[in-house]
């Protein structure tokens, strides 16, 4: 173990078994769904980097563009005492700028993806040299605790990249409220959140010109091909993302193209052509309906940062 990280390892994984029944009970419903943590394998998560690339997937350069706009006031409103835990820390690019703004006497990152994590802490350890960095292997979509021996007095979470968005906003307050359990009075969220826009663009970036969403919707068939053992040609499917300005949410979908059946464990799930398995949501939100969200989670808004095209918002609210 690098002797510059410390690793708390809260996270069992499911047993295959549990997985491929969760992914059972979704094909089995009606309309057919799956959660999109199934798209995160290796293949999904280096799919999604090269989408962040994309010149239509506005959020991920928006939200580093403010971050590092607006980096001396966002150190100065969390203030510079914080433990900052980041929630989903993945390649831990984001942080930078916040630590480069806050120099932070602790940094915890928490993911699920325990390779990704190593890595990704490692090398924050060795560029920070002045940093205790400690790396949590944990579903913080699950109720969790903070480890032991964090130094520092007041934790502050960051959640970037609108992942807020993947869940539904009943999910979202049920998280925040959790999350305000494991925050001191004062503790504080730093949390990126998709802004309500024209629906061109939406559509836009979730249906890039060179096919990089297509091919990540579509890797989750081969993902069911490759770790359940599933029947399934993902040729025989479409992809599929619209807004729903309705319920202000991008969805995803495969459609498929024919009359068929998916087989997965001893089970036969058969679809219309042009049937659908509904794969994501991704909801955005005005500043005030966060903002409200949040507050019936029990969070106080501090302060927030938006581009000058409004197309994406940080936050930053305290319990
Ligand atoms: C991770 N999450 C915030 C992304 C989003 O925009 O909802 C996942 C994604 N799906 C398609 N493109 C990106």
């Given at each position: 173990m690098d002797p510059f990280v410390t690793f708390h390892d809260q996270h069992s994984p499911a047993a295959a078994g549990s997985l491929s029944q969760e992914l059972m009970v979704g094909l089995a419903a009606t309309p057919k769904y799956t959660s999109p943590?199934?798209?995160?394998d290796r293949r999904g998560s280096e799919l999604f980097d090269a989408i962040c690339e994309?010149?239509?997937?506005?959020p991920t350069r928006t939200e580093e563009a403010i971050l590092r706009a607006a980096a001396s006031e966002i150190a100065e409103a969390v203030g510079r005492d914080a433990t900052l835990i980041e929630l989903g820390?993945?390649?831990s690019r984001k942080v930078r700028l916040l630590l480069e703004a806050l120099h932070p006497a602790c940094y915890l990152g928490v993911d699920i993806s325990r390779d990704f994590l190593l890595d990704s802490t490692r090398r924050l350890a060795t560029d920070y040299p002045w940093l205790e960095v400690h790396a949590a292997c944990a579903d913080f979509s699950q109720p969790m605790c903070w480890p032991e021996?964090?130094?520092?007095?007041r934790p502050v979470a960051f959640f970037p990249?609108?992942?807020?968005?993947?869940?539904?906003p009943a999910e979202a307050e049920a998280f925040l409220v959790g999350l305000a359990q494991l925050l001191p009075p004062g503790g504080g969220l730093l949390i990126g959140v998709d802004l309500i826009k024209d629906r061109a663009i939406l559509n836009a970036a979730y249906n890039d010109a060179a096919g990089i969403t297509a091919a990540f919707n579509l890797n989750l068939l081969e993902r069911l091909r490759r770790d359940f053992e599933a029947e399934v040609e993902p040729s025989r499917f479409h992809h599929l993302a619209f807004y729903n300005e309705v319920e202000s949410r991008i969805e995803m979908h495969l459609v498929s193209r024919c009359d068929q059946a998916i087989r997965l464990a001893e089970e036969r799930f058969f679809f219309a052509e042009g049937e659908s398995l509904h794969t994501e949501n991704s909801y955005k939100y005005s500043v005030a309906g966060f903002v409200e969200l949040a507050g019936r989670a029990g969070f106080e808004p501090c302060a927030h940062w938006t581009d000058r095209d409004a197309l994406f918002c940080i936050h930053y609210l305290e319990r």
């Open positions: 943590k199934f798209f995160y994309q010149p239509e997937y506005y820390s993945g390649a021996g964090l130094s520092g007095e990249g609108s992942s807020i968005g993947n869940f539904t």
